[in-house]
């Protein structure tokens, strides 16, 4: 059980294109989803955190306008990296919990890499 | 800031052998520290979570301990497999709990020889 699927696993796209990833909950209702960088020998950098039906809460740093989350669904959550330049190019991943607080784990998606040329 | 180290350089260890990593961390509380384990391109997968007021949880092979007056976790793999290798990385929770979100060091990458 608990399992996060992320789609695509990798994305190649022109710089100043769009790009959307999506983070589903498989058999579980994911009501906090988190979306993490990463980049190549370096820690997980936490983005933002979305709560179902809310506005994400970005961390400080990351350009809400840039990195568009939508958490529609209790299932659901996609990261929009809108007008896409080669500096974005890192490795995505999301990350799900069932709970809103407490001490319940992450269950993380299998990421997503992308490249921007 | 608060701030998380893990040991950078690669940790070799020969098969049977107990493989143990640290991490350590300043100017902060946490309610909690995580352990995850990240394969080559993969998200990193749960393995144990210990409490501020508990000083060692076990799983299996697993064993971590946590200090927190030394500000310091170990985390100790007995009798290592090659399928033991991989990226480790220790996460601290919020000070006094609560809201979940983590924050993650940079991990330490274990290689067991066979």
């Known amino acids: 059980g608990a399992v996060v699927s992320q789609h695509p696993s990798w994305v190649i796209c022109k710089s100043g294109t769009s790009v959307k990833i999506e983070c589903r909950s498989l058999?579980?209702?994911?009501?906090?989803m988190f979306w993490y960088r990463q980049f190549p020998k370096q820690s997980l950098m936490l983005m933002a955190t979305?709560?179902?039906?809310?506005?994400?809460?970005?961390e400080q740093g990351v350009e809400k306008d840039k990195f568009l989350i939508n958490h529609a669904s209790l299932t659901l959550s996609t990261l929009t990296v809108t007008s896409a330049h080669p500096e974005d190019s890192s490795f995505y991943i999301c990350s799900a919990t069932p709970g809103r607080g407490g001490l319940n784990e992450q269950f993380f998606g299998p990421g997503t890499r992308l490249t921007v040329l | 800031s608060q701030k998380i180290e893990q040991n950078s350089e690669a940790l070799n260890i020969q098969e049977g052998k107990t493989a143990t990593l640290t991490c350590n961390y300043t100017?902060?509380?946490?309610?909690?520290l995580q352990w995850y384990r990240q394969d080559p391109g993969r998200g990193p997968v749960f393995l144990l979570l210990?409490?501020?007021?508990?000083k060692e949880k076990r799983k299996e092979r697993l064993k971590v301990t946590f200090d927190t007056t030394l500000k310091q976790s170990l985390f100790h793999i007995t009798a290592s497999q090659p399928a033991d290798s991989a990226t480790y990385l220790c996460?601290?929770?919020?000070?006094?709990?609560?809201?979940?979100?983590?924050?993650f060091g940079t991990g330490t990458k274990l290689q067991v020889i066979p």
């Open positions: 979305s709560n179902e039906g809310s506005k994400a809460t970005y």
């Open positions: 996460a601290l929770g919020p000070q006094g709990g609560g809201y979940q979100k983590v924050t």
């Open positions: 210990i409490r501020e007021n508990e």
């Open positions: 100017n902060y509380s946490p309610a909690y």
């Open positions: 058999d579980f209702q994911a009501t906090t």
